[in-house]
């Protein structure tokens, strides 16, 4: 199967700064979960979305599900440098795939 | 409740020789996942299992890989006679619901850092 198109690559921000990042597929999924990943360590749920059109919060995390399916988005609010780290999206269906992330640092 | 189990957690094999990675799941999960990931890149999708079936092995090499998660006890993926390349992080994840059903989450363990030599 396919990976996930997920950008940003990469981004450099200034803390307090917001940071948005999505994933799209050409596929339809009816889940999708977002994750980070610190250096060393295996990749921590942060927020899962079951319904198109959902939009979902876990303290200064805002992530939604695109109505088509095919799409979701990550926001972090005023970022803070523990921040920092690796961001991955999932979308789940008939297989799990995975975004090829995108590497988030915060200039203290 | 604990989370996922991974061991060991480094692991050093020479060329030539056998690597047996476990995965012990979340209590009440009996679907895992098999992702290797090599440094600076994403997670590439190995094996899908539930328990005592392989249920897609898309992502597994042909040759020397081979995946099982038995009536009890934990997964295991088994690299036969093991090349440099094989070296990387391979994770496992468990999800208490196969990947088609809606409301499904999956966990991931720390993961198993191969280092061939």
């Known amino acids: 199967g396919q990976q996930l198109n997920q950008s940003p690559q990469s981004m450099f921000i200034q803390e307090g700064e917001d940071v948005s990042m999505n994933c799209t597929s050409s596929?339809?999924?009816?889940?999708w979960l977002w994750y980070k990943q610190d250096p060393g360590e295996g990749p921590v749920l942060l927020i899962a979305l079951y319904k198109a059109g959902e939009l979902t919060s876990n303290g200064r995390l805002t992530a939604q599900f695109g109505i088509t399916r095919k799409d979701s988005f990550l926001n972090i609010s005023a970022s803070i440098p523990s921040d920092v780290g690796i961001y991955f999206c999932?979308?789940?269906?008939?297989?799990?795939?995975f975004g090829a992330g995108t590497r988030l640092t915060v200039k203290p | 409740n604990a989370g996922v189990m991974q061991n060991p957690r480094h692991l050093v094999r020479r060329r030539g020789q056998e690597a047996r990675l476990r995965c012990s799941p979340m209590?009440?999960?009996?679907?895992v996942y098999w992702y290797r990931q090599l440094p600076e890149e994403g997670l590439k999708f190995m094996v899908y299992l539930q328990k005592e079936n392989i249920i897609d092995e898309s992502g597994m090499p042909k040759e020397r890989f081979s995946a099982e998660f038995p009536k009890e006890g934990p997964s295991i993926l088994r690299i036969q006679q093991v090349v440099r390349g094989d070296s990387a992080a391979y994770f496992c994840?468990?999800?208490?619901?196969?990947?088609?059903?809606?409301?499904?989450?999956?966990?991931f363990g720390q993961g198993t850092r191969l280092t061939v030599v």
């Open positions: 994840a468990s999800s208490p619901r196969a990947r088609s059903q809606t409301n499904t989450e999956a966990f």
């Open positions: 596929s339809i999924f009816n889940t």
């Open positions: 209590k009440g999960h009996s679907h």
């Open positions: 999932a979308g789940l269906f008939n297989d799990m795939r």
